[in-house]
């Protein structure tokens, strides 16, 4: 986990370029995510905030809870600025994620081309 | 006048990524910086998108950069692709080759446009004169050399030429994709080569 968590600090740079925002969460207290950031040299200088969801309820809400044991499983939502989300990826618990997929989805899906010399006759015209 | 340390992360990341002295600077760059231009964002990952591809391997990617850069006169570029290819293992001859195409082709390129522009018969039969012994048996490959060719050709605008490549790889049996992520290379390059120089 920590060594997933780190892999998207290290990639924090391209999220920012891409005008997005990343928020770690997971169902520990704040007081185990800190324990984390300071014994990982990886975490120390994270650099993005990390949510506690103690009670679980984000993670049941998000349909990530697993029934019986209750652990949340890994999953990465990517949300656009409307509220919207617009991917979501689960793994099993024992699958890493990949942060060069996320940002490979992340580059598919926010908007590129806006120069009108894509434009078709008869297509609506671009609304940014 | 801007300091390098006070570019910005984005800035400061990408010229690392380019292997750029520590106090480098440029004016084109102030300019974007000065003007904390959400550019650099966008210029940054598309340098970086089109640096990785899935149809152009890392020597291939490394090789048309010195070309394209050669052809820009950039040599900000030209030092950071020399650098790459001969780390992704191109030998001198093939970065030489690199170079050389890029030079004949911006001379075919003002040649075989005027050609196409002005459309006469008499001008088809004089005899061009100019030497073009690399094409012959080209040491980066005849396919290879002829994306080269392509990518200068198309950054020079010269259509004939441009399509005659594209008909030739397609022939030798090259795939659209490939045609297609060289030349957004080519772009990305020629667009990064007006800010960093």
Same mark, same amino acid.
């Given at each position: 986990?920590?060594?997933?968590?780190?892999?998207?600090?290290?990639?924090?740079?391209?999220?920012?370029?891409?005008?997005?925002?990343?928020?770690?969460?997971?169902?520990?207290?704040?007081?185990?995510?800190?324990?984390?950031?300071?014994?990982?040299?990886?975490?120390? #200088?994270?650099?993005?905030?990390?949510?506690?969801?103690?009670?679980?309820?984000?993670?049941?809400?998000?349909?990530?809870?697993?029934?019986?044991?209750?652990?949340?499983?890994?999953?990465?939502? @990517?949300?656009?600025?409307?509220? @919207?989300?617009?991917?979501?990826?689960?793994?099993?618990?024992?699958?890493?994620?990949?942060?060069?997929?996320?940002?490979?989805?992340? #580059?598919?899906?926010?908007?590129?081309?806006?120069?009108?010399?894509?434009?078709?006759?008869?297509?609506?015209? @671009?609304?940014? | 006048?801007?300091?390098?340390?006070?570019?910005? =992360?984005?800035?400061? =990341?990408?010229?690392?990524?380019?292997?750029?002295?520590?106090?480098?600077?440029?004016?084109?760059?102030?300019?974007?910086?000065?003007?904390?231009?959400?550019?650099?964002?966008?210029?940054?990952?598309?340098?970086?998108? *089109?640096?990785? *591809?899935?149809?152009?391997?890392?020597?291939?990617?490394?090789?048309?950069?010195?070309?394209?850069?050669?052809?820009?006169?950039?040599?900000?570029?030209?030092?950071?692709?020399?650098?790459?290819?001969?780390?992704?293992?191109?030998?001198?001859?093939?970065?030489?080759?690199?170079?050389?195409?890029?030079?004949?082709? *911006?001379?075919?390129?003002?040649?075989?446009?005027?050609?196409?522009?002005?459309?006469?018969?008499?001008?088809?039969?004089?005899?061009?004169?100019?030497?073009?012994?690399?094409?012959?048996?080209?040491?980066?490959?005849?396919?290879?050399?002829?994306?080269?060719?392509?990518?200068?050709?198309?950054?020079?605008?010269?259509?004939?030429?441009?399509?005659?490549? =594209?008909? *030739?790889?397609?022939?030798?049996?090259?795939?659209?994709?490939?045609?297609?992520?060289?030349?957004?290379?080519?772009?990305?390059?020629?667009?990064?080569?007006?800010?960093?120089?």
């Amino acid at each position: 986990m920590t060594k997933e968590i780190a892999e998207f600090n290290k990639s924090y740079g391209e999220f920012r370029d891409r005008s997005t925002n990343l928020i770690g969460a997971s169902t520990d207290s704040e007081f185990v995510h800190l324990a984390w950031r300071k014994n990982h040299d990886d975490l120390r #200088d994270l650099k993005f905030p990390m949510l506690a969801d103690t009670s679980k309820s984000l993670a049941e809400e998000l349909g990530i809870l697993e029934v019986n044991e209750k652990i949340a499983y890994r999953a990465t939502f @990517i949300i656009d600025p409307q509220g @919207i989300v617009r991917w979501v990826s689960v793994y099993d618990l024992n699958v890493g994620r990949s942060v060069k997929e996320v940002i490979r989805v992340l #580059d598919a899906l926010q908007t590129d081309e806006l120069c009108p010399c894509n434009w078709e006759k008869g297509k609506e015209t @671009i609304k940014a | 006048m801007e300091l390098t340390q006070s570019y910005s =992360e984005t800035t400061q =990341e990408f010229l690392e990524f380019l292997k750029a002295d520590k106090d480098y600077r440029s004016d084109a760059l102030d300019l974007l910086e000065e003007g904390k231009s959400r550019y650099l964002a966008d210029l940054k990952v598309n340098f970086k998108n *089109s640096f990785e *591809s899935e149809h152009l391997s890392k020597k291939e990617v490394a090789l048309l950069g010195v070309s394209l850069a050669v052809n820009a006169g950039n040599a900000f570029l030209r030092e950071f692709f020399k650098g790459n290819a001969q780390s992704e293992g191109a030998s001198p001859e093939e970065i030489a080759e690199a170079a050389g195409c890029a030079s004949l082709l *911006s001379a075919n390129n003002v040649f075989y446009r005027f050609r196409h522009f002005v459309n006469k018969e008499k001008y088809n039969e004089i005899p061009a004169r100019i030497k073009m012994n690399i094409m012959g048996r080209p040491v980066t490959g005849k396919e290879f050399f002829e994306l080269m060719s392509l990518a200068v050709s198309a950054v020079n605008g010269c259509e004939m030429c441009v399509k005659a490549h =594209e008909n *030739s790889l397609i022939e030798l049996g090259s795939k659209e994709e490939r045609i297609f992520e060289a030349v957004r290379l080519a772009s990305v390059i020629t667009s990064t080569s007006k800010i960093l120089y």
